[in-house]
């Protein structure tokens, strides 16, 4: 199975900070790398497909880069409504496999 | 708007069987594959199973494969999952997403099982 690894586990910023999050895959994926948000209590939400490509209605500072087998996301300008558990996950191959998930937090 | 309404969560004894059931609306259903993602209490998502637009094909993590079954009605625009033989383990929220370009776009509210004596 193909392992999905986030840093940070956890962070805590500033409203107006730039965010980044790192996903690693323990083999190459090519672009088939997605990020989801998912607000507490809440089901997941759709944020970036293809590695870079927004899903329909997310705000422009969300953006995501890499290939292969390193990815990032990144929020440009912290808002409070940012406030969520954001998972990457591969469809290169089967299984689908998700990271453990990055905490954010407002400081 | 797509909405994904998931239905059939609850109570079983390990060893028991449950159906879940995913009422879709707002797009041709029977032209996209679809979904079901798994999240234990307290715990991240999980992929559980996938199945193609007209229910051919079918994939599964290896954690379900013999006691899961997913499959659907196209006619009635509903995706389902036969769980048999659930386990402690099996105890999570249950989300049907819907798949564009071979990942999740959308995905209902989830529903809640729990595997309990």
């Known amino acids: 199975d193909t392992q999905m690894t986030q840093s940070p586990s956890s962070l805590s910023a500033s409203v107006g900070d730039r965010v980044t999050i790192t996903c690693r895959a323990s083999?190459?994926?090519?672009?088939?790398l997605a990020w989801f948000q998912q607000r507490p209590g809440k089901a997941p939400k759709s944020l970036i497909y293809a590695a870079s490509i927004l899903q329909r209605g997310v705000p422009s500072n969300f953006s995501g880069s890499g290939s292969g087998t390193d990815f990032t996301l990144t929020i440009s300008s912290l808002q409070p409504e940012d406030v969520a558990t954001y998972y990457c996950q591969q469809y290169y191959t089967y299984p689908y496999t998700f990271g453990q998930g990055t905490k954010l937090e407002i400081k | 708007d797509v909405h994904l309404v998931e239905s059939g969560g609850g109570l079983v004894q390990p060893g028991g069987s449950l159906r879940l059931s995913c009422a879709a609306s707002?797009?041709?259903?029977?032209?996209?594959?679809m979904s079901w993602v798994r999240q234990a209490p307290g715990k991240g998502l999980e992929w559980v199973a996938n199945?193609?637009?007209?229910?051919?094909?079918?994939y599964y993590v290896d954690s379900v494969k013999g006691r899961f079954t997913v499959s659907r009605d196209n006619a009635h625009n509903l995706l389902f999952l036969q769980m048999s033989n659930l386990r402690a383990e099996d105890t999570a929220v249950y989300y049907c997403a819907k798949i564009f370009s071979h990942t999740f776009d959308y995905w209902g509210q989830g529903t809640l099982v729990t595997v309990s004596s």
């Open positions: 199945i193609d637009d007209d229910g051919s094909d079918t």
């Open positions: 083999q190459g994926i090519s672009d088939y």
């Open positions: 707002g797009f041709t259903f029977s032209n996209f594959w």
